[in-house]
Structure formats: structure tokens, C-alpha cells
């Protein structure tokens, strides 16, 4: 019989005994608590803590939905834990074929928890924090320098421009959004022949995956990333900032990021400076892929999407003019 959603606590539980036995465990000495999860048309996740023996914590993770990408997941999960073990999670147990796992239960909160509602001062003293992790993690997993080439990101935007006018893709404000495509080809020289780094890209590195306390700050939720230019994980951790919790009185005309969260991330991450090419066109890039990304159709959006479209409308009017 299908279990329904409502037991996938339970699923989760069960698997338990034989992630266990991985670690040499006795299953009956933990007592699980619910953490976190996700279920809706595309995903259905749960995160169990478990309590055991001598204070030890850590989080059973199953995944129900979807069924691919676990695998890739955890892969990428054990690559970085094997580079940057400070910074990563220790994985424990894995079972691909049930997509569960246990690992150690990362401390401190999302910095998307810890930036809400924050003062500049502790914007800055978070993101210069996360701007450490990253720089760590990127030196871990360096690549080679690289002459940045904007040809790739430019033929992706004229395939989204040109999805745009033919109507196969919806976008909300489509003039508008027309012209700050237009914005970015007319500028793409500046960020041409100029050097940049790469490095393994995290793949998903939004502001609920990095998990901060006093002590130390932990990435978690890796995707199967490659070696890019490190603009990338750059641009996606500070676009997702910029929209959601940045003082945007305080960017100016023709920037993405405030003057103080530039410098307080660049503090922290030393590999490349806010002047690195692939930074400059993949942040201004990535503000327009959060747009593409979005229903169309208000009616279409959930809450959280709406408030990102809310948000995201008068950041795009401050980068793009």
C-alpha cells in the first residue's frame, strides 16, 4: 500500500536501524525528533534529529521526492567533506537507494534566519562570515586561473531573449525585463579578457545553505558542482542577499550590493575581488534569472514568491536603470 505524505516522519524513521548498523550503532539508543520538511508537487523531504548516547546529535535526512539527484547529491556532499572538513558537515551513514542519510546535526541557524531583520552592522558582520566560508571552500576545490569568457553567459541570455519575444516563455514585465537584457549586452565588453579563478562550484549555494553560529559557519545541501569561475556561487549567495534583506536605499544606481555588504563579503573572501569580471556580469546575470525564474502571473506565485517579486522589482530598477 502507498504510505501517505503524512508518514513520511515514519518512513524516515524506519530507515534508521540500517544507517545504524553502518556506523556500528545500536538503533534503540537514539530518540528521533521531527526537524524540518518539505512536501509539496516536486519535493517531499524530512529531517529527523536524533538524540543518542554521551550528548551525540545528528540529523536522518530521507528524500522521497524527487528521486533523482540524491545520489549526485551526497557525491558532491562527500567531495567537499573530504577537502574542507571544517566547513562541511561529517557524513556518517548512507543509503542511495532509500535517499537517506545521517550526518553530524550542523549548529547555529540559516544565514537567511540571521540576516532577517538585522542592522547593517550585523549584515556586515554576518556576511563577511560567509564570505570566509566560501573563500575556504573555493581554495579547497581551486581550479586555475581562467580569462573570463561573458560568451557563454550572453548566448544563455539571447536564447532567454529570444524565448521572451517569440512567447514561449512567460515573463512578468516583459518590456522591461527586455531592456535590462539590452543593459547587460551593452556593457559585456567591460568584462571581457580580464583574468578570474574557478573553482568547484557548491551548485546551490542560497542563504539557507550556510548555517552560522559564535563558533563557526557549515555549508550543507551540495549539488553536483563543477569547476567554474567562481562568480557563480559568488553571485547566487549575494543575489539572493541583495533581494531579500539588503537596505536598497543604500545600493547605488548601477549596483547590485550596498557599499558596506561589498566590502564585508570581499573582507572575508580574498580569492577574487568585487572587480573580478565573472563577479560583475554573473551577479547582474543572476538578478535576472531570479526574474525569469518566477510565475509569471501573480496569481500563480506563492507567498514567498510573491514577496521575492516584490523585492526583486526595485533591485532590478537600481542595477539596470
Given amino acids: 500500500m502507498e504510505m501517505q505524505e503524512a508518514d513520511l516522519g515514519r518512513a524516515a524513521w524506519a530507515l534508521w536501524p540500517a544507517l545504524a548498523a553502518q556506523m556500528g550503532e545500536d538503533p534503540g539508543a537514539w530518540r528521533a525528533v521531527p526537524l524540518a520538511r518539505r512536501e509539496d508537487a516536486r519535493v517531499a523531504t524530512v529531517l529527523l534529529r536524533l538524540d543518542g548516547p554521551d550528548g551525540r546529535v545528528l540529523v536522518l535526512k530521507h528524500q522521497r521526492r524527487p528521486e533523482e539527484g540524491f545520489a549526485e547529491a551526497m557525491s558532491a556532499h562527500l567531495e567537499a567533506m573530504e577537502v574542507y572538513p571544517q566547513g562541511v558537515p561529517a557524513l556518517h551513514a548512507l543509503d542511495i537507494e532509500a535517499r537517506a542519510c545521517a550526518m553530524d546535526l550542523a549548529p547555529g541557524q540559516p544565514l537567511?534566519?540571521?540576516?532577517?531583520?538585522?542592522?547593517?552592522?550585523?549584515?556586515?558582520?554576518?556576511?563577511r562570515r560567509a564570505g570566509a566560508w566560501l573563500d575556504g571552500y573555493h581554495r579547497a576545490t581551486l581550479g586555475e586561473a581562467r580569462v573570463f569568457q561573458p560568451k557563454f553567459t550572453l548566448r544563455y541570455l539571447d536564447t532567454v531573449r529570444g524565448e521572451v519575444l517569440e512567447g514561449a516563455r512567460e515573463i512578468a514585465?516583459?518590456?522591461?525585463?527586455?531592456?535590462?537584457?539590452?543593459?547587460?549586452?551593452?556593457?559585456?565588453?567591460?568584462?571581457?579578457?580580464?583574468?578570474?579563478?574557478?573553482?568547484?562550484?557548491?551548485?546551490?549555494?542560497?542563504?539557507?545553505?550556510?548555517?552560522?553560529?559564535?563558533?563557526?559557519?557549515?555549508?550543507?545541501?551540495?549539488?553536483?558542482?563543477?569547476?567554474?569561475?567562481?562568480?557563480?556561487?559568488?553571485?547566487?549567495?549575494?543575489?539572493?542577499?541583495?533581494?531579500?534583506?539588503?537596505?536598497?536605499?543604500?545600493?547605488?544606481?548601477?549596483?547590485?550590493?550596498?557599499?558596506?555588504?561589498?566590502?564585508?563579503?570581499?573582507?572575508?573572501?580574498?580569492?577574487?575581488?568585487?572587480?573580478?569580471?565573472?563577479?560583475?556580469?554573473?551577479?547582474r546575470n543572476r538578478v535576472l534569472a531570479e526574474w525569469w525564474g518566477l510565475p509569471a502571473r501573480a496569481e500563480a506565485r506563492s507567498a514567498a514568491q510573491a514577496r521575492r517579486f516584490v523585492q526583486l522589482m526595485p533591485l532590478a530598477e537600481r542595477v539596470f536603470g
Fill in 112 to 127: 537567511s534566519v540571521m540576516l532577517e531583520g538585522a542592522p547593517p552592522e550585523a549584515q556586515a558582520w554576518l556576511l
Fill in 173 to 283: 514585465q516583459k518590456e522591461r525585463f527586455l531592456a535590462c537584457i539590452e543593459t547587460i549586452f551593452s556593457a559585456a565588453a567591460r568584462y571581457e579578457g580580464r583574468q578570474t579563478m574557478t573553482a568547484r562550484t557548491h551548485g546551490d549555494l542560497h542563504l539557507r545553505n550556510l548555517l552560522l553560529d559564535r563558533a563557526g559557519c557549515l555549508g550543507i545541501d551540495f549539488a553536483a558542482g563543477r569547476v567554474v569561475p567562481v562568480g557563480h556561487d559568488i553571485a547566487r549567495l549575494l543575489a539572493d542577499y541583495a533581494i531579500l534583506h539588503a537596505p536598497q536605499e543604500r545600493i547605488a544606481r548601477g549596483e547590485v550590493l550596498p557599499d558596506f555588504a561589498r566590502k564585508a563579503f570581499f573582507e572575508g573572501y580574498t580569492l577574487v575581488g568585487p572587480d573580478d569580471p565573472s563577479v560583475g556580469l554573473l551577479l
